[in-house]
């Protein structure tokens, strides 16, 4: 198939017309891409996109994963802070109280 100098220059001229600046200066461009086409940088860009999104949505599915605990062992993990705390949240030790010594304080 031979091609004219017209449609020659008809190529080139829609092919200098499809390559604008609009996408240059996109960081998913890597290499001689900024040289490409509107259409094909396009696509470039949107392939880059979809998969930074995916890798996101794995990267937030593992972190969910590690943090998921059994019932069982939320209960030991309050028990045993439960055990740690001290009476009414005070950081002291109930004394200890005969009979007699209860009456005077009242309470307890």
Request: proline share 3%; hydrophobic share 30%.
């Amino acid at each position: 198939m031979k091609i004219t100098k017209r449609q020659l220059s008809r190529i080139i001229r829609e092919e200098q017309a499809a390559v604008t600046k609009k996408y240059d200066d996109d960081s998913a461009l890597v290499g001689g891409q900024s040289r490409l086409s509107d259409p094909l940088q396009k696509a470039i860009i949107d392939k880059t996109v979809e998969d930074r999104e995916e890798s996101k949505e794995k990267e937030s599915k593992e972190k969910s994963e590690s943090i998921r605990l059994t019932k069982t062992r939320l209960r030991q993990i309050i028990k045993e802070e439960l055990k740690k705390a001290a009476p009414f949240g005070s950081g002291m030790q109930q004394a200890d109280m005969g009979p007699e010594e209860k009456e005077l304080v009242g309470h307890t």
